[in-house]
């Protein structure tokens, strides 16, 4: 599936403290060649001004369905557009749009809307944990709205806990999954599923200043990781050396070397519905560790580094499943040689390991490791293959779960 092309957005602005924050996935949205409706309410015009989202979004900015009445903006809006995301989205406008009340211009937009539209809740955790604020969000993806799980972190004043906007990235991501996507893209369909996803490159130390380790910067497994949360399941990620910032709504256990990436792994995968090794563990590890930095020795002569092997992480759970039902996915970074090519060595090595899925990519210069982008054949234990046409790694990421589910409804 292609990446989400140039598309009309309306940016809904509530009245928080965050709303600062929208004009950065304004930006975002912009540069990317969508064409931004900034619909602001009354209250989130108190912390940014008209001016400011007139200027970064290049629109004129309306908040009242008295403004351009023949233009009938309440009901033309809503129907002209291809996304509605509302960022932040208080408990007020929740309610609102749950109950459809439609009092000012975003309201109405949100009551006609009859595209995806994604809230980004922000606000204290009391009002967040309210029932009345529970049932709201449960009424609204009901109906098929995408409404973001908060961030946890600091909100106004002393107060810390979840309530906190996603990061604009964050939202933008999930913006571009559900232009993309469209209405498939918010399903709740992993709602009552418990899920393990690995991410990131381990790294195995020499001395105190030196390890062995790889290029993986952990997107493509943070990418599973908040899609999984989108879709309705209690997520665990084992994190491994990522600077990344943490997916709103999931847990996540940091590690550094493979061996304590293992240790979490199955820990974790007891009670899990399904785990997802998107991480790439170091094989080896220094045979010997040197409690201080290794000296240069001032002669050219070869330093010998002995090397052993580290745990196959996914060749062990597959093997020794705490479930039977448990579905284990596998990624494997691969480069053709003189011997075979990329996918031959993807099906090989998913007979070796034995998991149900094996997620193939050739990796190189803009592919795989650090881009944005991935592209992919996954491999199932069934014969089949799925070619996932270069996209961003979130598109990557709901495919794999696309498949998860459909082998639980095969298996179960």
């Given at each position: 599936m292609p990446a989400a092309s140039p598309a009309r957005v309306v940016l809904g602005v509530t009245g928080g403290i965050a709303a600062y924050k929208a004009c950065v996935l304004l930006r975002m949205l912009v540069e990317s060649g969508h064409s931004v409706r900034v619909v602001p309410t009354e209250s989130a015009l108190r912390f940014v001004g008209e001016a400011t989202w007139a200027a970064l979004s290049g629109q004129p900015v309306h908040t009242r369905v008295w403004d351009d009445v023949h233009e009938v903006p309440h009901v033309r809006l809503g129907k002209d557009v291809d996304l509605v995301v509302v960022a932040p989205a208080t408990a007020d406008v929740l309610a609102k749009a749950a109950h459809g009340l439609a009092d000012d211009l975003l309201t109405s937009t949100l009551l006609t809307a009859r595209c995806p539209v994604v809230f980004a809740p922000a606000m204290h955790t009391e009002m967040w944990e309210h029932p009345a604020t529970q049932e709201n969000v449960a009424t609204l993806r009901r109906r098929g709205a995408l409404v973001l799980e908060p961030a946890e972190g600091?909100?106004?004043?002393?107060?810390?806990?979840?309530?906190?906007?996603?990061?604009?990235?964050?939202?933008?991501?999930?913006?571009?999954?559900?232009?993309?996507?469209?209405?498939?893209?918010?399903?709740r369909d992993l709602v009552g599923r418990r899920v393990v996803v690995s991410a990131g490159g381990t790294r195995e130390f020499l001395d105190p200043v030196r390890f062995l380790g790889n290029r993986s910067s952990g997107r493509q497994g943070y990418a599973l990781a908040r899609a999984a949360a989108l879709r309705g399941a209690r997520v665990t990620l084992v994190a491994a050396n990522t600077t990344l910032p943490d997916p709103a709504g999931v847990a996540v256990t940091r590690v550094v070397s493979t061996r304590e990436m293992r240790d979490a792994v199955l820990a974790e995968a007891q009670d899990a519905d399904a785990v997802v090794m998107a991480a790439a563990p170091a094989d080896f590890r220094p045979a010997d560790y040197s409690e201080h930095k290794i000296k240069k020795s001032g002669q050219d002569t070869a330093r010998i580094v002995e090397l052993v092997e580290n745990p196959d992480i996914l060749a062990e759970l597959s093997k020794n499943r705490p479930r039977p039902d448990l579905v284990v996915v596998g990624f494997a970074a691969e480069t053709g040689d003189a011997h075979a090519g990329v996918l031959d060595h993807g099906r090989a090595k998913l007979a070796a390991k034995g998991c149900d899925l094996l997620v193939v990519n050739e990796v190189g210069p803009d592919k795989g490791f650090e881009s944005p982008e991935n592209e992919a054949v996954i491999l199932g234990a069934d014969g089949s293959e799925t070619v996932v046409p270069r996209a961003s790694k979130d598109i990557l990421a709901h495919r794999v779960w696309d498949l998860v589910v459909r082998t639980w409804s095969t298996t179960g």
């Open positions: 600091r909100l106004t004043g002393p107060d810390t806990g979840k309530g906190r906007l996603p990061e604009p990235e964050e939202i933008f991501d999930v913006c571009q999954v559900a232009l993309a996507r469209g209405t498939e893209g918010l399903r």
